[in-house]
């Protein structure tokens, strides 16, 4: 049966998701962790900005992540450091005024119910304490990988299967957008931001930045309402790889966009 989830790439994931983890320090920034204060990472992956803010803060450092792999690649790349890693998804998160900072770094448009995610939050957070979330925004979140799609959809090799994805992020267009939601859980939004990132790189690179997480979701059984085949998983990559080739300028580098949403709310 084929498999692809974040277990597969957990080994991997560090190398691959330089713009996860550069956006992720940016969020760091915002948040302005104080030195005492007791951390959530929620959708911490293989724990590489967990381990930033426990350099932060001597308060309690906690990382959770729904994939089994992931924790356990954070525990092994953590090893002597004093953080909680724990399996277990957003929508089961049932702490209780048990954190001042929930830091949430390019995982909220995975949850399937992120309204859910959020009341959980609330409820974790004490009185005046923030979350703060970057995600990716906009139903063209990324130009480039929207392009490399589009071939997908009309390759012979794959429209087939393909025309059956049934996938979907939580994604949103516009500041405002994210802000009603933040406010009808409870939050005061202090800061929201929708920013058009861009930065160049092989597309080799490009190929591994996309297999840092959005291979997960075009290749996963679930996100089908069909079988997917190791042929249509070969052709598949074969197609995006190529697509990245041709989007190069004549320097050899492709301008990869990203547009991706900072935000930062209160808890009264």
């Known amino acids: 049966m084929l498999k692809y989830d974040f277990s597969v790439i957990c080994d991997k994931y560090s190398d691959f998701a330089v713009l996860q983890r550069s956006a992720g320090e940016t969020l760091i920034d915002l948040l302005k962790i104080r030195e005492n204060e007791d951390v959530l990472d929620l959708g911490c992956g293989s724990g590489d900005l967990t381990r930033i803010i426990r350099k932060i803060t001597n308060g309690k450092v906690v990382g959770i992540d729904a994939s089994e792999g992931m924790i356990k690649e954070a525990i092994r790349r953590s090893e002597g450091l004093d953080i909680l890693f724990e399996v277990k998804k957003a929508e089961d998160v049932d702490y209780e005024d048990a954190f001042d900072v929930i830091f949430s770094n390019s995982v909220f448009h995975w949850f399937e119910n992120p309204e859910i995610v959020l009341r959980n939050c609330y409820k974790a957070l004490r009185n005046k304490g923030r979350i703060g979330v970057q995600t990716i ?66 597309p080799e690179e490009v190929f591994n930045i996309f297999c840092s997480g959005s291979v997960i979701f075009y290749l996963n059984p679930s996100s ?45």
Not at 140 to 159: G, M, Q, S, W
Not at 172 to 199: A, P
């Open 137 to 202: 925004a906009k139903k063209n979140y990324c130009p480039n990988f929207i392009e490399a799609l589009e071939n997908v959809k009309n390759d012979h090799r794959t429209k087939d299967i393909f025309k059956n994805f049934i996938g979907s992020w939580f994604l949103l267009d516009t500041e405002e957008e994210y802000n009603k939601l933040f406010q009808k859980c409870g939050f005061n939004v202090e800061f929201s931001e929708i920013r058009e990132i861009k930065t160049k790189h092989t």
């Open 224 to 268: 089908y309402s069909v079988p997917i085949t190791k042929d249509y998983v070969y052709s598949f990559r074969e197609i995006i790889m190529n697509s990245f080739i041709e989007q190069a300028g004549t320097d050899g580098k492709v301008e990869l966009v990203f547009n991706r949403l900072f935000l930062i709310a209160t808890k009264p």
